[in-house]
């Protein structure tokens, strides 16, 4: 496969960033928190998780998950935890970063499962959603790019493991 066509080009997924970080930056505040633990979701989310944790203004803690969910480009819907938290989020503010929700089960599972060791709140943050695709209405908290029902890669999405260090995200030529 290669890459088909740019749909998000590197100026354009950094200003939504910053976009996205901005209301971050408000909701924390007005609950009056000093710092969040930030859940990047391993691999994908890596690359916006970078970015967008420089541009938060409150106490960061960084912690990663890994979720299995994924063959190719079709979902088991059965998500496993293969990596946990390295530390403890009780009495902590979680924010969840992932790269793109789609049928929602990774998220939903992800934070269901988080919201289990008694945080002080959870919320989600996906830079891309295809929420044609949803089949559980899970919503996310902040949502950078909502996009059809089709498959992307580059800023730290993949297929199959390649991709991921694009600067810009595509999609794919299927043949
Ligand atoms: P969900 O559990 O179906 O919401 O799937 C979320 C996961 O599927 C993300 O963490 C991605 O790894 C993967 N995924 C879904 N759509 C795409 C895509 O278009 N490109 C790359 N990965 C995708
Ligand atoms: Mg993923």
């Known amino acids: 496969m290669e890459v088909d066509k740019i749909l998000f080009a590197p100026e354009e997924i950094r200003a939504r960033v910053r976009e996205l970080a901005a209301k971050i930056n408000a909701h924390y505040v007005g609950l009056g928190a000093d710092s969040v633990t930030v859940v990047g979701v391993l691999k994908g989310a890596v690359v916006f998780f970078a970015d967008l944790v420089r541009e938060l203004k409150l106490g960061v803690e960084f912690d990663f998950v890994k979720v299995s969910s994924y063959v190719g480009t079709e979902s088991t819907r059965e998500p496993k935890l293969t990596l946990d938290l390295s530390g403890s989020v009780t009495h902590k503010h979680v924010l969840i970063v ?66 991921r260090q694009l600067p810009f995200v595509a999609s794919l030529k299927t043949k």
Do not use: M, W
């Open 98 to 163: 992932e790269d793109i929700l789609d049928t929602g089960h990774t998220l939903r599972f992800l934070s269901d499962n988080i919201k289990t060791r008694e945080p002080l709140s959870v919320q989600t943050a996906t830079l891309f959603d295809k929420p044609s695709r949803r089949e559980n209405g899970f919503v996310a908290d902040y949502v950078g790019f909502e996009i059809p029902d089709l498959f992307i890669v580059g800023y730290g999405l993949d297929c199959d493991g390649e991709y």
